[in-house]
């Protein structure tokens, strides 16, 4: 009975630890060109803050690229980070005051082209441990069993999360890289039916006006006719 109450106290705080430890979100935005799009994030005091971001998509016109500005705002005014014209990055960063953190993409320098983008938002306590583990064992008669026991625990939960972090980052680039050459090829897809219309048009044009110039070399009553003669002549 002791060994359920003890696996069923283990799942308790494993819960709890799941939740204190901070949120995770991910979200994918649509940039129009000349703007900027911002968002807030409460952070704890010595919680950590971290931003992943990829540009998916930079739209479909000639000159698009897959860049962006990025932006992670103090709340006092100044900036944590800045970055110019990247199709990538990176920001983690312990904060050291509570506050309302903004975290900007901005695609202002772009006239036409708008810009998906990927981004994964983690705001959690790393120093959070598992100590509390402990506390279930404290009323044992064998304290220093239990103690190896919590230590294996802890060290094999640390193995599950990191190797469960390393899979799901995996995945998550796996289908961003799907999704970016999904993006690509549909676009060269889209510019490939634009320029072979345009290919199209121009052969049509040309075919039916070397059929009318052709006619009118033998059609006298044609309008061309004369200065075929004149051009002829000279």
């Not at 799009?37 to 000639?62: A, N």
């Not at 202002?108 to 441990?129: M, W």
């Not at 044992?140 to 190797?163: M, N, R, T």
Request: charged share 30%; net charge negative; aromatic share 10%.
């Amino acid at each position: 009975m002791t060994g359920k109450v003890d696996v069923l106290a283990i799942l308790t705080i494993l819960l709890s630890l799941q939740v204190v430890r901070g949120k995770e979100q991910e979200m994918t935005v649509e940039i129009q060109p000349g703007k900027e799009e911002c968002f807030y994030e409460t952070v704890q005091q010595g919680y950590t803050l971290s931003v992943e971001y990829q540009v998916v998509d930079g739209g479909s016109g000639q000159y698009s690229e897959l860049d962006i500005n990025f932006r992670v705002m103090h709340p006092r005014g100044h900036p944590l980070v800045a970055e110019f014209k990247k199709s990538d990055g990176v920001f983690s960063q312990q904060i050291q005051e509570l506050g309302d953190y903004k975290i900007c993409f901005d695609n202002k320098f772009s006239y036409v082209s708008s810009k998906t983008i990927y981004f994964e938002l983690i705001n959690e306590n790393e120093d959070l441990d598992y100590d509390d583990l402990a506390a279930i064992f404290e009323d044992e008669e064998e304290p220093e069993i239990y103690e190896v026991q919590v230590a294996e625990i802890e060290e094999k939960l640390k193995k599950i999360k990191s190797g469960m972090e390393k899979a799901r980052h995996l995945q998550e680039l796996i289908r961003l890289t799907d999704l970016k050459d999904r993006s690509v090829a549909e676009h060269n897809f889209e510019r490939v039916n634009y320029m072979s219309v345009i290919y199209l048009v121009v052969l049509l044009v040309s075919g039916a006006a070397q059929v009318v110039l052709l006619r009118s070399l033998f059609d006298e009553k044609s309008k061309i006719n004369p200065l075929w003669k004149k051009a002829f002549q000279n």
